[in-house]
């Protein structure tokens, strides 16, 4: 295999030593809570509980910021699944791995030019999913759907991608086995096995999940969809939104996603809401106007900005693709000249003051709590936290016009004042070591002299992860 030679494979006797280290801390901490055995600090004073405490966290921080998940992609040339030395290693292919089964942050990097590649990611008791952008005309050699699921606490988290093309299905060669004559065998009647006292457990039933993926690409005067690759040049920093609704509900943004260089986007999305439509909606950045859409069975295009699923299962949905372009100017019409009347004199109006008119705007406001239980739902003694930015953004149209930020306070509580009516989108910005337990990205929708409530609940990572190992 070619992938022996590489040296940015991590090294597993750091992460060994790493994690005895902390283990020896621990123990120290638990000998001088039992026996009053004081512990000294680098400078030799002695080191009281909650500041060992406070050194231990710093240290599991520190550590929780490595990690590395690895592998290699290659074209599999002997199509036997895997990535050896006879195989062509595949170059500058992306490769992506989320958080949380695929729910959560994105990571992404490039394969070199011997097909190796390394997601630098937190370390995570959830799995990371990784998966790459196959090239067209490619699929992944034995894996379906194209994806796996890697644990980064492993000491060495590794995943090869072996490439075949799409018209390639490896087959088992027959062989010749000579016939022989069947032997006679007594059927023997099973002894019944007594019905078992308890009931086994039902399985839950899986949530959906989707993965959205397509291009977004400039017109160059005969951009047309072919085999989910545009002839267009690809668009860098548009936005694609996805948005949700239940049977007769009204539509919601659930997550929204900017294209990559190559004009690519992903939206993933987990519907733990039950939400039974989606749409996928560019938005087109200034000076472009939304040109075509296309996209294959069951998503249908709406218009040139939207494209429609309706009740779709779990799974991957490819090549909804989207064309802008720059809008032909309307020539302007000469004017003729017209001889002008000068009409007679007119008497002066009187001035009338008008009166000053009522303020006609409106507030969004709410709190940003520790979700201790990860349940969405706000109990007594859940407190607010303080820090957190929050972004409201409105939209006219195609174009993004207006941004506002503030952050909370002590209790957890922002406010944004003097919003006038209209829509807009509000999104939370998370801190590092949490996930949302309610949705990050609303929309939401203002009146004059009106108050809006949306709060958001956050679930403290470090918290839960390392203070149940100190006593916490």
Same mark, same amino acid.
């Not at 004073?45 to 690895?70: D, E, N």
């Not at 990611?121 to 379906?144: H, K, L, R």
């Not at 397509?214 to 040049?233: C, Q």
């Given at each position: ?180 004559? @069947?032997?006679?065998?007594? *059927?023997? $009647?099973? /002894?019944? #096995?007594? +019905?078992?006292?308890?009931? %086994? &457990? =039902?399985?839950? !039933? ?122 032909? @100017?309307?020539?302007?019409? *000469?004017? $003729?000249? /017209?001889? #002008?009347? +000068?009409?007679?004199?007119? %008497? &002066? =109006?009187?001035? !009338? ?120």
């Amino acid at each position: 295999m070619f992938r022996h030679s590489n040296p940015q494979r991590p090294h597993g006797p750091h992460r060994k030593g790493l994690i005895l280290f902390v283990s020896i801390v621990i123990v120290l901490m638990l000998v001088q809570t039992a026996w009053g055995i004081p512990l000294r600090s680098m400078e030799g004073s002695p080191l009281q509980v909650p500041k060992a405490w406070k050194h231990l966290l710093r240290i599991s921080q520190q550590y929780q910021q490595m990690g590395g998940i690895q592998g290699y992609v290659c074209y599999d040339q002997n199509a036997d699944g895997a990535c050896t030395s006879a195989d062509t290693p595949a170059a500058n292919i992306y490769v992506y791995a989320w958080s949380n089964f695929g729910t959560g942050t994105l990571y992404s990097t490039q394969t070199n030019a011997s097909g190796y590649y390394n997601v630098g990611v937190p370390y995570s008791p959830e799995p990371y999913q990784v998966e790459i952008d196959i090239p067209p005309g490619y699929t992944v050699n034995g894996y379906y759907p194209p994806y796996i699921y890697v644990n980064s606490l492993d000491p060495y988290p590794s995943h090869d991608f072996p490439l075949i093309p799409t018209s390639q299905t490896p087959t088992a060669t027959p062989t010749n086995t000579p016939t022989t004559p @069947p032997t006679y065998t007594p *059927t023997v $009647t099973p /002894t019944a #096995t007594p +019905t078992p006292l308890w009931t %086994a &457990t =039902p399985t839950p !039933t899986p949530v959906p999940n989707y993965r959205f993926w397509g291009h977004v690409e400039e017109s160059t005067g005969d951009s047309t969809p072919r085999a989910g690759r545009l002839t267009g040049h690809p668009m860098d920093e548009v936005q694609v939104q996805l948005l949700a609704r239940k049977e007769g509900g009204t539509w919601q943004l659930v997550r929204a996603v900017k294209t990559h260089g190559n004009g690519q986007y992903f939206l993933f999305y987990w519907n733990n809401k039950g939400y039974s439509m989606f749409r996928i909606k560019v938005v087109p950045p200034a000076g472009y106007v939304p040109v075509s859409a296309s996209a294959p069975p069951p998503g249908r295009v709406i218009d040139a900005q939207t494209i429609e699923y309706a009740s779709p299962k779990s799974g991957y949905y490819l090549n909804n693709d989207f064309v802008l372009g720059v809008p032909t @100017p309307t020539p302007t019409a *000469t004017p $003729t000249w /017209t001889p #002008t009347f +000068t009409p007679p004199p007119t %008497a &002066t =109006p009187t001035w !009338t003051p008008t009166s000053t008119p009522t303020p006609s705007t409106g507030v969004v406001q709410g709190y940003v709590w520790a979700d201790e239980n990860a349940d969405g739902q706000r109990q007594a003694g859940e407190e607010g936290i303080p820090d957190v930015t929050l972004r409201l953004s409105r939209q006219t149209g195609l174009q993004s016009l207006t941004n506002w930020e503030t952050t909370t306070d002590a209790a957890g509580f922002y406010r944004f004042t003097d919003i006038p009516p209209g829509t807009y989108v509000l999104s939370v910005i998370l801190p590092g070591s949490v996930y949302p337990t309610t949705d990050t990205v609303i929309e939401v929708q203002t009146e004059a002299n009106a108050v809006v409530e949306v709060d958001f609940g956050l679930y403290m990572l470090v918290k839960h992860l390392y203070m149940p190992l100190l006593g916490k």
